[in-house]
């Protein structure tokens, strides 16, 4: 199993950046699909996540309307398309794939993370 992250790095406040997690290795379009991040000193947290079937959507009060996740289960990839950045979020960014368990322990995989870094 691998989720490989990219389209990290240095980008000016007001900018933009794309993230890619391309996934392998488990049947990509049966997992729900997020992207967490974590700041500095600080715990991680969710910023957005989509269902298997693409049809919906959550985000963090603190990227709603900035930020969108989509994903292409046929290139097995998930997207988070990130705009008008701020200084704060600024962190290392990460995508996690979850299968539901029957059991409610899910089945989690998580990326080895991109940095994201908002400065002028």
């Known amino acids: 199993v691998q989720l490989v992250e990219s389209g990290g790095g240095l980008v000016q406040p007001g900018g933009s950046l794309r993230l890619s997690c391309a996934a392998s290795g488990f049947t990509f379009s049966s997992y729900r699909m997020s992207w967490y991040r974590q700041a500095p000193g600080k715990e991680r947290e969710l910023v957005a996540r989509?269902?298997?079937?693409?049809?919906?959507?959550n985000y963090a009060d603190s990227v709603k309307g900035r930020f969108a996740i989509s994903r292409d289960n046929a290139k097995n990839t998930v997207y988070l398309q990130m705009n008008s950045l701020k200084p704060e979020d600024k962190a290392v960014y990460y995508c996690k794939a979850t299968l539901p368990q029957a059991s409610g322990t899910d089945r989690d995989y998580w990326g080895q993370g991109t940095q994201v870094t908002v400065s002028a």
């Open positions: 989509i269902t298997s079937a693409g049809d919906s959507t």
